[in-house]
């Protein structure tokens, strides 16, 4: 086996697996390379024939004479190293065989070869056949890049702790001999900005090019750390290949190719041991002998060549070298699907240490080679079936939602944007009205309710997000929370639909319908494995978007209270069937709710329309009233813009309005790249902003304005500031908070009684007016009851007559009953049933 | 009929001549397409092509063109398959290259290795006939179908059971005879199309017992008892035109090899999703797309193509348009028992469509909440009356125990790597009739919430939010949905509309039905006719009627602005949009407007008196 003259075809692996010439990328579906198709018995084994092409003495380093038997040293991408002492290991995902398939070469046009013939006349350079890679080139160019390539502007948390500006990957290589983890990622993005033409090459040929640049660093591995002791031998595993396609995008052209595609992970399969190299032994002699499997298949050799018996071998299966498979099948994710299509699937095949590495739920980033296998035929059919079976072999996984769980900031590789795509946005941000133009555009069939959209607009974008946990705070919550409230059929809903749609990671929930499990998480036992799961709910999900409640105010107490920690804290704890922890949900809320008695009564407080705990209202920033505003010139601009969006057609529409796929990047690149912090001024001008609230208040005796009230105008700040794609928040931002969250105070904390603002209301959810109200009441009764003299009891029904009689002022029963219930707390009288005693 | 049959009969004749002449110049491809779609164009013959809905699979010429009316029920993954390869001749030893195109397999001796090999890609469509067809609609389809000569073996056996159950079709070529009547509808009394169409289902029948035997074979239907040929569609051309729920007329190949089912022993995939992917080829027969008609409805009666005579059609259809109306006006109140104001409201609701979409509100949806309608069967007959006007409907009865048990919301199968239909699965302006009177008192379990947050969702968004499992994905439809219901409905809708009998049969049943048998056919005909193509004008209205509706508006709002709202203003606009198309006009005049506003009016203060009535019970 070891010998190269008895197995030819073991030289010209590379020939058969690559396509014929790099340009004719569309033939590339016959290529046999994953192929597990034995030989066609129509193909005449002609190969032998073939010339080959490369010269194997040019791979052959005098180092090599020293390899394991087992690795085969003709091949001059065989696993052999400088250091025999770590063994070399086989890389199923460069292609299930490592071997040439014996057949047919002969179809081989001689122009092909005539070109290679002639560049290897040239300039004395082999390469591999059907390739462009000269494997010594090739092998060269990346010992290079390793030693060279320094990206000072790294911020990949893979690199965290690397001095970034030493070259990258030769503190990886030190990192490996360290820690002893034989793979080295490679940013495919690194080698392209480093070497354009490898970058190409490794794209194009990744099954012969990988294996070179493994050979490649473990050559300057053992140069430089010739002590380490590595399981086995470095493999390479390139990733981020900028190549990145959708799924859907995948055609015959990338077959054989590297691509990197995203997705999500919907099934894996159980762990396959696939057969590598199968063990004979001879029964008559016990001559043993090992056959690597062929494309699929293992030839059981028919004559021992020992004592030439026939049919005397037999396989032994402990002695076989099995590798481990797993079939993964990948969803392509939502957010690349055109509308009105069914996501596509890709089956995945994962090889050895990645195998099990992914669970289904997962969404990943794969860097693989696309494959194409025929259908196998079945030997008592002439017809085939003339599809391919396709598949992905994975070479590098990376999980995309992994980062949240480091919570690190926004995932900033997710979206990318083209140049122009950027110059437009910034031309947009550029123009002085584009805030106005921003929240126009939001929701346009949605009439007028300006402020409301500008304070949905300045949510979607979300302030800076800061970190205290230095001085023990922790993270300020960088997310606007809203409250809409008002009438029923204002078209709340359908705001909220709205934004449910725009924004990537939004959730869109009913207060009706939803537990509290389903809003923060739930356990659950996976049927087939038993094993204890922990499934995220709404508000994990939305981590990061907008959590859309439509209905909050039927929702049912246990389930609002989960809100208190994730509308301040922003993390979420739980606590169940024996797994506890904190799930980051730093999430936007946009709630509606509906006033209790069904129609907006503007004679109550907000509280004491939607009866909500003022605990929970305290922690919206801006809380909205939709109520129909009843005056003529508003009624005949809404009719008018009822009636244009009802014969309007659509290109009349889009003309008025920026698209929604603008307003959509521009949102996430704002909230992706446009950080600001305050300024100078602004800072000023926030101080002066809360002294003058608090200020407002104190002259009526009630206090008008709280930290958290702080809080959020600096965070609406922020998000105007990144409106307008500004890295400063300037005082324009600070005089918008402020006239914003005027507005919506006005519509909520104003006191139905006084007309005064007092956001009293919202924090302790009665207004000051009220509660002196409520005490005058309860001394009036007091007097009254004090003046009848000495009756130990009273009749209730008498005695609200009584104190309805004397009072200038209208007394309800509610007002009477709040009375009675404060001389109760005061010990001063008990009321049993019908009658009231005093004590 | 013409002698020159070939592409109907041998279409891969056509294809494989049109390769060859090609030498391998990639625009043969384009060619062909032109080719079929210039045969079809000619007057008349599409209808020569057989249709898979009409002609049970057996009777089919497997490799000929056939037609297919369906709904895009799954899209599965695109498939690489050998667009061209070369295939070597045992006995010469000569290479021939051949054309991978429209076909399942290959010739024998496939050159694996050979350079010419191109590979292409195509996708797989699992389309299912329409849901919900209405049996007429399916019946005058197949009539007017049979009636030209299908090429295929059907036609010898259909005329051998004529000669024993009919004596109209003695004639030894009935079709050359009766073709002129093909180009008007010609009506036939009911009865007789009922016999008929027992006729018709005998052999339809028995194509689907074997998938009744192999009760494992789940065809996948959106709707329970639905039945007829499923069908793999491999596409093409033009992918990313074609969606989910589409409903097309597919002309292409039929292939029926039965090595389909034989091969791909050894896959990776689970039983489930082989079953699903490839099922045997007599069951679900595979047709390779040539050309595909989007259907804007699939009413028979109407001319299908957008071409000149449709127009000619439309015009001449105008002028009856109001006599029309007031006919089936009238017919309606009959069938609601006297009450003209349903009736009017009926009939808006069943030419009411989605039109357009503004963000994410749809426009011109009008779900129709019957309510107060009286008990025991009355609205399982309404339904009857409805399905025989509309060519789609559906009637779901929300008893408790469909509500919990039946799956209204497709679902993905990840094992099988399909999306398993639910009712909710529809082709667009399909009459969702839901019989809310069937409801009791009771639990409802989960999956009963979640079927009714999804009604609920199908009505106020016309979407549905498909289960993938992971995520939810969000169809857009266009239904119509009318709920009958005793009080008012649960469910949400656009208008509800109290039925105040002014009969009262003693027995319903009779009554109903005599209505029923009282309209000739061809008056029905009218009707379906009608409410079709009422759907389909176009709509406008002139800025000086806008001017008076805001008027009108900002008026009606000065009086008592809690009476009417941005809601009432929505809906009187589909009212008034719907008014005038019923009418057949095409724009919004005053008097429109007027009317509109007037039977709006007639149908708030009949709910104000339900309201005021239902206050005074204790």
Known sequence: MSSPTSTPGRRKRNRDDIPATPKSTRRRGQDSSNGDLPAMPTSPATDIASPAVHDTSLFSSPRRSVLPSEVDMSSPLMYGTPSSRVEARQRPDLGSIRKAPQVDLHSEPPSADGAVASEQALGQKLVIWGTDVNVGTCKEKFQRFLQRFIDPTSNEDENAGLDLNEPLYMQKLEE????????????????????????????????????????????????????????????????????????????????????????????????????????????????????????????????????????????????????????????????????????????????????????????????????????????????VKSVYKTHIDVIHFRKTDEKRLHGLDEDSDQKLFTEERVQILKELASKPDVYDRLSSALAPSIYEHEDIKKGILLQLFGGTRKDFSQTGRGNFRAEVNILLCGDPGTSKSQLLQYVFNLVPRGQYTSGKGSSAVGLTAYVMKDPETKQLVLQTGALVLSDNGICCIDEFDKMSDSTRSVLHEVMEQQTLSIAKAGIICQLNARTSVLA??????????????????????????????????????????????????????????????????????????????????????????????????????????????????????????????????????????????????KRL????????????????????????????????????????LKKMIQSKGKTPAMKYQQLFDDLRGQSEAAITKDMFEEALRALADEDYLTVTGKTVRLL | MPSSHDWINKPLGVVEAMFAQSNSNPEWEAKVLEYFKGQLKEKESHSWVPSLNDVPLHYLKPNSLVKFRCLVQDMFDPEFYMGVYETVDPSTKANVLRCGKYKDVTECGVDLNSRNTVTAERQTFYCVPIPGESPWAKEISFLSAARVVPSTSYVPSRQKRSYEEDDDDMDTQPQKQREPHTETPQIQPHGNGDSKRQETEAPSSQTTTPSDCSSHLDLNFPLPGERGPACLVKVYEGLDSFKLNDTLEIYGILSVNPVLTVLGEENMETPEEQRAHDPPASLVPRLHMLYARPLQHNNPLLPSAPTEDQSAFVSSFLVEMASVRAELLAYLTHVLLGDGLAAEY???????????????????????????????????????????????????????????????????????????????????????????????????????????TALGNLISWQKVDYDFSYHQMEFPCNINVLVTSEGRSLLPSDCQVPLQPQVTPPNMEEYLTTIHMAQFTSQINKFRVYLSLARTLDYSISDEVTKAVEDDFVDMRKDDPQSVTAEDLHRMLVVARLLSLSLGQTTLSRDGWMRAKHIDMLRRSRTEQQKSLNGNEP
């Open chain 1, 176 to 383: 490996i001999s360290v820690v002893g983890e034989p793979v080295l990622n490679v940013n495919c993005s690194h080698v392209q900005s480093f070497d354009a033409d490898l970058y190409r090459q490794l794209i194009s040929y990744p099954q012969e090019v990988i294996p070179t640049f493994d050979m490649a660093v473990n050559e300057l591995f053992f140069e430089r750390f010739p002590d380490s002791i590595l399981e086995h031998q470095i493999q390479v595993r390139p990733y981020n290949a900028l190549k990145t396609r959708n799924m859907r995008s995948l055609n015959p052209e990338d077959i054989d190719q590297m691509i990197t595609i995203s997705g999500m992970v919907i099934r894996t399969s159980q762990l396959i041991p696939e057969m590598q190299e199968a063990f004979f032994q001879c029964q008559v002699c016990a001559f043993s002998t090992r056959v690597e499997v062929d494309r699929g298949r293992i030839a059981e050799p028919a004559v021992c060549r020992n004592c030439n018996t026939t049919h005397s071998l037999a396989l032994i299966h402990n002695r076989s070298a099995f590798s481990d498979k797993q079939m993964i099948k990948v969803q392509e994710s939502p957010d690349d699907m055109p509308a009105g299509q069914t996501p596509h699937t890709t089956i995945v095949y994962a090889h050895n240490d990645l195998v099990d590495k992914v669970q289904p739920g997962d969404r990943i980033n794969i860097t693989g080679i696309y494959r194409a296998v025929p259908m196998r035929e079945n030997p008592r059919q002439s017809n």
């Open chain 2, 346 to 452: 009926l009939l808006l609701h069943l030419i009411s469509d989605v039109y357009t979409r503004r963000d994410v509100l749809p426009l011109g949806k009008f779900t129709l909440n019957l309510s107060g309608c009286p008990l025991n069967s009355y609205t399982e007959r309404l339904y009857q009356i409805v399905q025989q006007l509309v060519p789609c409907s559906y009637r779901l009865s929300m008893s408790l125990h469909t509500m919990n048990s039946m799956r209204l919301v497709p679902k993905k199968d990840y094992v099988a790597n399909r999306l398993v239909s639910g009712a909710l699965q529809l082709a667009r302006n399909t009459s969702l009739f839901l019989d809310e009177t069937q409801l009791e008192q009771g639990q409802l379990d989960s999956s009963g919430v979640r079927n009714i």
């Open chain 1, 592 to 737: 509606a709710a509906n006033p209790v008695e069904s129609q907006w009564n503007p004679k109550k407080t907000t509280i004491e329309n939607i009866q909500l705990p003022h605990t929970l209202l305290s922690r919206f920033d801006l809380i909205f009233l939709m109520l129909d505003p009843q005056d003529e010139a508003y009624d005949r601009r809404l009719a008018h813009h009822l009636v244009a969006l009802y014969y309007q057609s659509e290109e009349q529409i889009e003309e008025e309005f920026l698209d929604m796929a603008v307003l959509k990047d521009y949102i996430a690149y704002a909230r992706t790249y446009i950080n600001p912090r305050l300024n100078e001024e602004a800072s000023q001008a926030l101080i002066e902003a809360y002294v003058d609230m608090r200020k407002i208040g104190s002259g009526r005796g009630m206090v008008s304005a709280y930290p958290r009230q702080l809080e959020s105008l600096i965070r609406l700040a922020e998000a105007h500031a990144k409106v307008r794609f500004s890295d400063k928040v300037e005082t324009i931002d600070v005089e918008e908070a």
């Open chain 1, 741 to 780: 969250q005027r507005e919506a105070l006005k519509q909520s904390a104003t006191d139905p009684r006084t007309g005064f603002v007092d956001i009293s209301i919202l924090t302790t959810g009665m207004s000051a007016t009220a509660r002196k109200r409520k005490e005058e009441v309860a001394q009036a």
